[in-house]
């Protein structure tokens, strides 16, 4: 396992507590030599990850659409800039180029992102371990939602097994370096009676 894909944040006005979170991941990725692929801005928790992992000396990767390179917000430092089409483009090319997948602390475009990656899984399209870094507790809510998802049936409790909540950097690395696939059960319930 050679790259780390982490979705997150792009904005800069989020506590300073996550911008320390998402450094801290930087650095032990860069430390244990894994390459960083991620939406390739150089704002938010996107570039405190990115920062720290060349800090350290590591390798970043950044992906990212072209409308958003006009914007002005790449990390240009990036050791190499992928510009997509769109934001489909985008996420197919990061799917494919990472052997992990970590969400830091995000808005609505790293909970989609996520769910997507989790969603594949779940259908059987990779097998890659996938974690939310739940720093401060930030997805406690998320997983709460998940487990009432079981609760209610929407999905099987089986389902726990492709992903996991992580309390900090040290921890969600474990994960994808000890990480087993399991075999899922099909996506339909059976219907009884």
């Known amino acids: ?17 996550y911008m320390d979170v998402a450094s801290d991941l930087g650095r032990q990725m860069a430390r244990r030599g894994y390459t960083l692929i991620y939406g390739g801005g150089a704002i938010g928790l996107m570039g405190a990850v990115a920062r720290a992992v060349h800090d350290e000396g590591g390798t970043v990767v950044g992906v990212i659409p072209e409308f958003m390179l006009d914007w002005g917000v ?5 050791d190499e800039l992928i510009v997509t089409r769109d934001m489909r483009e985008r996420k197919a090319t990061m799917e494919s180029m990472s052997d992990a997948f970590i969400a830091l602390p995000g808005g609505f475009g790293t909970l989609e992102e996520m769910l997507e990656i989790i969603t594949l899984k779940q259908l059987g399209r990779h ?10 507790g930030f997805y406690d809510c998320l997983h709460s939602t998940f487990e009432h ?45």
């Open 74 to 78: 790449a990390y240009e430092n990036s």
């Open 149 to 193: 998802m079981y609760a209610e049936r929407f999905a099987k409790p089986e389902y726990r097994d492709l992903y996991r909540f992580s309390p900090d950097a040290a921890d969600v690395l474990w994960y994808v370096e000890t990480y087993q696939p399991t075999e899922q059960p099909g996506k339909l319930f059976q219907r009884n009676g």
């Open 127 to 136: 097998s890659k371990p996938i974690a939310f870094l739940n720093a401060l």
């Open 1 to 17: 396992m050679k790259t780390i894909c982490v979705y997150s944040a792009s904005s800069d006005v989020i506590p300073a507590e």
